[in-house]
């Protein structure tokens, strides 16, 4: 059983930084890639930005220069420091990682972390 949960999240002002954690446990599988995604009110989920095995990383537009992505393969959690937040940044941040065990991959989600930036 694969578990995926999320921390970090907060209220924070706009130009304030937040580090979110995301924590997989469980036992029998390899993780593969690492994303992070949010949704925030009333538009539809996005894919903030993602990490490969070998740290290969990605981040959508809105979010370059201001957000890192990193994991710890040993530890099998995955960071996103989030730096120079804006109001448009705020949305519940939720992690999905993609796991194999034994033959097969399947995608885990955490429940996510509200983050909220005001103005």
């Known amino acids: 059983q694969v578990q995926v949960v999320e921390s970090g999240g907060g209220l924070v002002q706009a130009g304030g930084s937040l580090r979110l954690s995301c924590a997989v446990t469980?036992?029998?599988?390899?993780?593969?890639?690492m994303a992070w995604y949010r949704q925030a009110p009333g538009k539809q989920g996005e894919l903030v930005a993602r990490?490969?095995?070998?740290?290969?990383?990605y981040y959508t537009d809105s979010v370059k220069g201001r957000f890192t992505i990193s994991r710890d393969n040993a530890e099998n959690t995955m960071y996103v420091q989030m730096n120079n937040l804006k109001p448009e940044d705020t949305g519940v941040y939720s992690c999905?990682?993609?796991?194999?065990?034994?033959?097969?991959?399947?995608?885990?989600w955490g429940r996510g972390t509200q983050v909220t930036v005001s103005s």
């Open positions: 469980g036992s029998g599988f390899r993780i593969i890639d």
């Open positions: 990490i490969t095995t070998g740290g290969s990383t």
């Open positions: 999905k990682v993609q796991c194999e065990i034994q033959t097969w991959r399947a995608d885990y």
